[in-house]
């Protein structure tokens, strides 16, 4: 393929030997009923000034958007063409920026799915930088669209009544494919997608057709079908590993992948004899061409909303194929991959080493553990301190400090009333109205946009500890690693998988008045300044994306913040997060203790899902020029 000014993708080449597939155009999608979503027609009443008026309008917008697709599953898939998979907003060159994605709001045909093969190579860093930060965002969206799509539709639940389980993936994807937002669908990329990372991890199926790393909502082998290609013959670019077929072997860097077809799929059992065709043809078409695929393992998982993950393993080769009889008595296609050597350790791998961390510590990695709960107990769940680099044991000589402490005089200001939810919280109580009518996490704690502030219930209110408005003050809910890092200083990483949107813990320190900084300084001592924090809040929920006229919040407002905090003595886990300008970490004011907006929490969410052993990352805005981080750090 000749590179061209329009392709998002300069370095991108057509994979060798492939010169037989010539790009053939893909059958014409027909559009969903169009989706109203100009909140300029809506019926609400409620005026600007009304602190009410942007949870209404937002609810309002996502009711009339999902009024028609309130159906079977499929109905909220724009289309139901196995052969329409997923996929990037292509740049116009007239309108748009150099290295600038801007998706239109308004209501269009979605672009088909290409059937030109093409291999990415040679991207540079900035351009690294460019797709990783695409596809963080294209994730952050969906994410953000997801939960929001839920908590809408819950209520409207009865709660009396039985109603299946909220399908917020197919909603936002169904919406983020009316906009024009799923990626990579000009090109159909052979390799590894540019911006998607060995060991990412992804909750649902629809998501990974949304960043085009596999096509297929359902079929475990995404290909280019027969159709599209001038000589008839299909060729697979990536398979999903879930070990949906009884005769699969999973020995990690060896898989041996039986084909698709023939099952029944109550009992996952062979009824029928496969055949060489559409995805086992695939298959053995690209061993013959020698095209990787991409492996995403697929497997159940406690800790995941949705109750199993989806974890991107990098490339494989197909070096052999045969007929075989399998378990069940009948004929099985099987297809022998193995991982391509140099790459990043599979994330599947890494999460099974989490889990044995978490409950066999010395028996795994035996050196290095300098402390096994640098809180001594103060967190619901422990700490690790773990330095197999140096002798440096710095951290546990600070004391650990779970909250942050305040000046007493904050206590006193601002009414000290509460909620009267004696059985819980629920919108329209006293507590949902100073947040604007309504709550700011979903039934599971996830936090469903960010916010200039959030108030959660406090020890005034009346509402049990199990009340869905008490989030942060609850603590910490995974498990933690301080580390020594070679690239940056110390770091944190989690032993569990961390959901986008969810509490991680708080930023804590001893607040200090601007006379007391000034002194602190003057002798040296470690100050944070949380104003100097980036506003990643304002991302998480932004969804401009997808409605024209979306507003970001400002209600509850927070005056600048002019506090220092001194966490020279006295700190806790966050202060050895490092910092990084696309961050998966970010700030959240929050009030739960007291009700002086000058003196907030300091929250930290998840800006994306984070796997476990990943390091965590915030924007601290000002960092020292040397070490990339806050000079506590070092």
Same mark, same amino acid.
């Given at each position: ?156 639940? %009865? ?40 060991? %990412? ?48 072997? %999973? ?273 040296? %001592? ?109």
């Amino acid at each position: 393929m000749s590179s061209n000014s329009t392709s998002p993708f300069p370095n991108a080449e057509s994979p060798t030997n492939l010169t037989l597939i010539t790009p053939k155009p893909e059958p014409i999608d027909e559009p969903p009923p169009p989706l109203h979503l100009s909140a300029a027609s809506l019926t609400h009443t409620t005026s600007d000034a009304d602190v009410f008026s942007e949870f209404n309008r937002i609810s309002e917008l996502f009711r009339t958007a999902f009024a028609h697709r309130d159906g079977d599953e499929d109905a909220a898939l724009p289309d139901s063409d196995p052969n329409s998979r997923a996929i990037v907003p292509v740049p116009n060159p007239e309108t748009q920026a150099p290295g600038v994605v801007v998706a239109p709001c308004s209501s269009r045909k979605y672009q088909t799915r290409s059937s030109e093969l093409v291999r990415v190579t040679g991207l540079k860093a900035d351009d690294q930088n460019y797709f990783r930060d695409l596809i963080r965002r294209t994730r952050m969206l969906f994410d953000s669209l997801r939960v929001f799509a839920v908590a809408e539709e819950e209520k409207q639940m %009865d709660p009396m009544g039985h109603h299946r389980k909220p399908r917020g993936d197919l909603k936002a994807s169904a919406l983020m494919r009316h906009g024009g937002l799923w990626l990579n669908r000009d090109k159909r990329i052979v390799g590894d997608i540019p911006g998607i990372s060995v060991g %990412d991890v992804f909750f649902y199926r629809m998501e990974l057709c949304v960043v085009g790393l596999h096509g297929q909502p359902q079929a475990g082998i995404d290909y280019v079908p027969a159709s599209q290609s001038s000589n008839g013959e299909p060729i697979a670019t990536s398979v999903i590993v879930s070990g949906g077929y009884e005769d699969d072997e %999973d020995a990690g860097d060896v898989i041996v992948y039986t084909g698709h077809g023939g099952q029944d799929k109550n009992h996952n059992k062979q009824v029928v004899h496969q055949k060489l065709e559409c995805g086992n043809l695939a298959l053995e078409r690209s061993m013959n061409y020698g095209i990787e695929v991409r492996v995403i393992r697929g497997f159940k998982y406690g800790g995941s909303v949705s109750g199993k993950v989806y974890v991107y393993d990098g490339l494989y080769r197909i070096v052999d194929t045969w007929f075989d009889v399998g378990k069940s008595g009948f004929g099985v296609f099987k297809f022998k991959l193995v991982r391509i050597e140099n790459q990043p350790e599979m994330g599947s791998a890494m999460m099974k080493f989490a889990e044995s961390l978490r409950t066999r510590a010395l028996e795994v990695r035996p050196k290095g553990y300098a402390s096994l709960d640098l809180s001594k107990k103060k967190e619901n769940l422990p700490v690790f301190f773990y330095n197999d680099i140096d002798g440096d044991h710095d951290p546990i000589y600070y004391e650990y400090l779970v909250t942050t402490v305040f000046p007493p005089y904050v206590y006193n200001s601002g009414t000290s009333s509460g909620c009267e939810c004696v059985d819980g919280c629920r919108d329209g109580c006293f507590c949902a109205m100073k947040n604007g009518g309504e709550f700011a996490y979903d039934s599971n704690g996830v936090l469903l946009r960010g916010k200039p502030l959030i108030f959660e219930c406090g020890p005034h209110c009346h509402c049990p500890p199990t009340c869905r408005n008490r989030v942060g003050q609850k603590g910490v809910r995974n498990r933690f690693e301080v580390f020594r890092s070679r690239e940056t200083g110390w770091g944190v990483r989690s032993l569990d998988l961390i959901q986008a949107g969810s509490f991680i813990c708080e930023y804590t320190g001893v607040v200090l008045t601007h006379e007391q900084a000034q002194i602190f300084t003057m002798n040296g %001592d470690c100050l944070v300044y949380p104003r100097r924090f980036g506003d990643r809040w304002k991302e998480w929920g932004d969804l401009s994306q997808i409605f024209s006229d979306y507003v970001c919040p400002s209600y509850p407002s927070v005056p600048p913040l002019d506090f220092s905090m001194d966490v020279s003595r006295m700190r806790n886990v966050a202060c050895y997060m490092s910092h990084s300008s696309s961050p998966n970490v970010f700030v959240q004011h929050v009030l739960y203790d007291h009700n002086n907006v000058s003196f907030p929490h300091l929250m930290l969410f998840a800006m994306e899902n984070i796997p476990p052993m990943r390091e965590l990352s915030l924007d601290y805005g000002v960092t020292d020029e040397w070490m990339g981080k806050l000079a506590i750090c070092h």
